[in-house]
């Protein structure tokens, strides 16, 4: 269940447990309430319980002792109280875990903090302040208040800080001249990248770019269908866009039949997972560009009908 970045509201069903096959339920960036359904806790091939920045609240059950194959588990940004149970402890699998930005207190059990070293590389509680929410002596951070800065995926301390570097990482692949005034498209993807002020990793930063890019490329204010493209969620959300589920990269872009116009831009192959090309039936002009080999993981291309 992929659903994140969204405005769900209501609870996670209480007969989610039902969904016995269940690997990984996203979703976070929503605003969903209530407690986690003890039924939640025996869907024990669960390796991934996403549901951060939400409104849940309540505590969280022994009972999550049964998750023994969880692998990742991100709960930060939320109003969950009472303590951090021992019983956290029993998860082997447990590589991330995110608390922090809640109403816990206590104590980080010993138990816990065991696992860091082992499979347990990262976790987090709001551990900071004098004294702190919850005492942990094993987190590897301690919520916002680690940092002031404005975005810290690419240490930028300032929002001018932040919208030179994204600049520079992204004329890296478009190049030195990208911005200037008679290059309107790359500037509109730029600006709608500082706009909304996406802080992420640089691999990240350049997807939600080249993907902006390409709805200004192709004049995207003139196609049929626009659905979606440039809001506030994930770019894999717009569209047709297709991704990898697990590393969320693009896959398959495809929008067929959709009144592009425009011209394909050759950032496209800056896509690492990228495999299918398929914009056929539209009025897609100019040339197939020059690094198409760049795209070394193609499969498919699919242009006809256009006026290239």
């Known amino acids: 269940i992929d659903l994140d970045s969204n405005q769900i509201g209501g609870t996670i069903p209480d007969s989610i447990g039902d969904c016995s096959n269940l690997q ?16 939640l806790y025996s869907i024990q091939g669960l390796q991934s319980l996403d549901i951060d920045t939400n409104q849940f609240s309540g505590a969280i059950s022994a009972e999550i002792s049964s998750l023994t194959n969880l692998n990742f588990l991100s709960m930060h940004k939320n109003i969950f109280t009472g ?16 608390f922090d930005e809640n109403k816990f207190t206590g104590t ?7 696992l860091v070293g082992n499979s347990l590389v990262t976790i ?11 005492e942990c ?17 690419i240490e930028a301390a300032t929002e001018l ?45 350049v997807q939600r770019y080249i993907s902006a890019l390409f709805y200004f490329a192709t004049d995207g204010e003139n196609w049929t269908n626009s659905s979606n ?3 506030s969620s994930h770019e894999c959300d717009w569209g047709t866009i297709d991704c990898n589920i697990e590393t969320q990269t693009i896959r398959v872009l ?55």
């Open 24 to 39: 990984t339920i996203d979703v976070d960036n929503n605003v969903m309430s209530g407690t986690i359904p003890a039924s």
């Open 83 to 98: 303590t951090i149970p021992t019983e956290i402890a029993n998860l082997g699998e447990l590589e991330i875990a995110y």
């Open 108 to 114: 980080m059990p010993a138990e816990v903090c065991a």
């Open 124 to 134: 987090t509680s709001d551990c900071s302040g004098t004294p702190p929410e919850v």
């Open 137 to 153: 002596i094993c987190c590897t951070g301690c919520g916002p208040s680690d940092s002031n800065a404005f975005c810290d995926e």
């Open 161 to 205: 800080e932040y919208n030179d570097k994204i600049e520079a990482i992204f004329k890296g692949i478009s190049g030195d001249n990208a911005f200037d005034e008679n290059d309107s498209d790359r500037s509109a993807a730029l600006d709608f990248i500082r706009n909304e002020q996406f802080c992420a990793e640089e691999a990240a930063l």
């Open 229 to 231: 493209w440039l809001s």
């Open 254 to 308: 495809s929008n067929d039949n959709n009144n592009l116009g425009g011209t394909i831009p050759f950032e496209v192959c800056f896509l690492p997972s990228l495999t299918i090309i398929d914009l056929d039936s539209n009025q897609i002009g100019g040339t197939i560009p020059d690094s198409i080999g760049d795209c070394s993981n193609l499969q498919t291309i699919d242009v006809d009908n256009n006026v290239m």
